[in-house]
Nanobody, 125 residues
């Protein structure tokens, strides 16, 4: 059983900061890339999720243009945890933030994506 659990969301004023965490647990051989997605209010379904940031197993990072210079993704392999440090938050960043981890399960032969349940981030003007 593999679990992906996000935490750290909340309500913050414009210009503030938050740090999200994504913990992977269970029978895992390896966590490959980890990514943060977000789904703004009023948008439904996985296809409406926007890629925010991604980090590979060798710590190569990519960011959406809208968050470059404000958000930083990182990972702690020993803890199977990824982080998203968000600064200079804007009301437009309001969304449910989801973690997606590409995982090779223990005794498995194929890696696949696992999603967390999401954490709400609300930025007030």
């Amino acid at each position: 059983q593999v679990q992906v659990v996000e935490s750290g969301g909340g309500l913050v004023q414009s210009g503030g900061s938050l740090r999200l965490s994504c913990v992977v647990s269970g029978s895992i051989e390896r966590v490959n890339a980890t990514a943060w997605y977000r789904q703004p209010p009023g948008k439904e379904g996985e296809c409406e999720r926007e890629l925010v940031a991604r980090i590979t197993s060798d710590t190569t990072t990519t960011y959406a243009d809208s968050v470059k210079g404000r958000f930083t993704i990182s990972r702690d392999n020993a803890k199977n945890t990824a982080y998203l440090q968000m600064s200079s938050l804007e009301p437009e960043d309001t969304a449910v933030y989801y973690c997606r981890a590409h995982i090779l399960p223990m005794l498995g032969t194929v890696s696949r994506n696992y999603w967390g349940q999401g954490t709400q981030v609300t930025v007030s003007p």
